[in-house]
């Protein structure tokens, strides 16, 4: 009988946790699949027939068990789950980069990617300390965009500017002189956000264009997520005219 | 021996968790505080003397008490819960207000009221059914803005109508023909934005000027937290030029 554990970060196979996240793993990143779990509460129909006939095309076993419901999902109302290998991809550097500097919460690690996806925004580095983006709250809360997305993570931001040269630097500090507003980015440019707590390290107060959303002072600060939904917005205007 | 009880949304009190937002309250809704609790970790030092010497002046008492931590917090670094007697507020149909129609998530409406305050935002519709306004994850989440924010609960949008007359309303929603990048409202207007899974009902679409953000279709929407701030720092740029 199979034995289930928890997620751990030096696991190589990772979880997708309901229906819509796991269509999407399947739809972009289907050779990493490995199993596609159904709960027995799961209904009979169209959803589930879609499913079986994606996993046997591409011959992904489909496991009937209710156990691994409980041991890896909070929410009552998951009943698939896929497993799939974890992969790596490298950033592309033609292109504009999200980096989260130090992210220390999965829900909002995956906020931004979802958001990020949404603004045409698909490469993202991370650097380290950081919450493992294979965490299967990243991948639920991100809605599957992680699997549209390329990511790299590096051990310093130093580390990620050796190996991606020429870009335009924005960090986003509540100092910062230049305002969004007039932020209209083009070419390589890379929107750097701090943690959730502590923000960006003063150091990069000399690097690049420190960037400030303006607002007032009633708030210490926007949430992390808002604040870089709203630069992605700013940032990316030009390509929704 | 003080007997406490979690939380529930016909209690007359709610309570601040964390040091943070009980400042919050006392700054703004000291009249409304009827108890701080400090736990026995909670560090000797400026920042307890600071709290001391507030309660101290207000005549607000003070409970040395680890029990209804372990009751109302389930994060591991709450040393402080203060405890106040719900109020009621009424809109100013002067402003511009923020309208919820049928939020369901206490988190996501705390961050909602946060970046609210931040960008000048501090009138708040609610509409039934909803989430608790006062739930102490609405509170927390919202880090204090609360106690900054009048907020009103209406049965329905007509109702809210009624109460709130002449104004511009723009419903967000994701088939809207009017991009927010064209949006700069002035005098009296509404933003309104649906519940997080299911949106705007469709009787919308014919109320006001409905708005859509742009995105690209690889998503299906953007979080709602991260959509109202996107919306309201849009709304308000006029303000911050």
């Known amino acids: 009988m199979a034995v289930y554990k928890r ?11 309901g229906i819509t996240v796991t269509f999407e793993m399947l739809r ?17 129909g169209d959803t589930l027939d879609k499913l079986a006939a994606i996993c046997r095309d591409a011959g992904i076993g489909i496991v009937y068990a209710d156990k691994i419901f409980n041991v890896l999902s909070q929410k009552e109302n998951c009943y698939i789950i896929g497993e799939f290998k974890k ?6 550097n033609t292109k504009p980069h999200i980096v989260l500097v130090n992210p220390s919460n999965s829900g909002n690690m995956g906020t931004i990617i ?7 925004l698909n ?12 965490d299967p709250k990243v991948v639920r809360a991100s809605m ?3 699997f549209s997305t390329d990511f790299e993570y590096f051990s310093s931001f130093d ?33 750097v956000f701090g943690n959730e707590a502590t923000g960006l390290p003063e150091e990069f107060a000399n690097t690049g264009t420190p960037v400030v959303i303006p607002h007032l002072k009633g708030i210490d600060s926007l949430n992390l997520p808002v ?7 700013e940032a990316t205007k030009a390509c929704f005219k």
Do not use: W
């Not at 199993?35 to 509460?41: D, E, G, I, N, R």
């Not at 335009?168 to 230049?178: G, K, S």
């Open 7 to 17: 997620y751990h970060k030096e696991d190589t196979v990772s979880y997708t946790l």
């Open 28 to 44: 972009f990143k289907k050779e990493y699949a490995s199993k596609v779990y159904v709960h027995s509460a799961m209904k009979q």
């Open 87 to 92: 992969f790596s991809c490298r950033l592309d």
């Open 114 to 120: 979802r958001s990020a996806l949404g603004f045409g």
């Open 123 to 134: 490469q993202m580095a991370v650097i380290r300390p950081a919450v493992d983006i294979f």
């Open 144 to 146: 599957g965009a992680l």
């Open 159 to 191: 580390e990620y500017q050796e190996n991606n040269g020429g870009r335009e630097i924005y960090p986003f500090m509540l100092d910062a002189e230049t305002s969004l507003h007039n932020l209209a980015p083009k070419g390589r440019y890379s929107l």
């Open 227 to 233: 604040a870089a939904g709203i630069a992605m917005y």
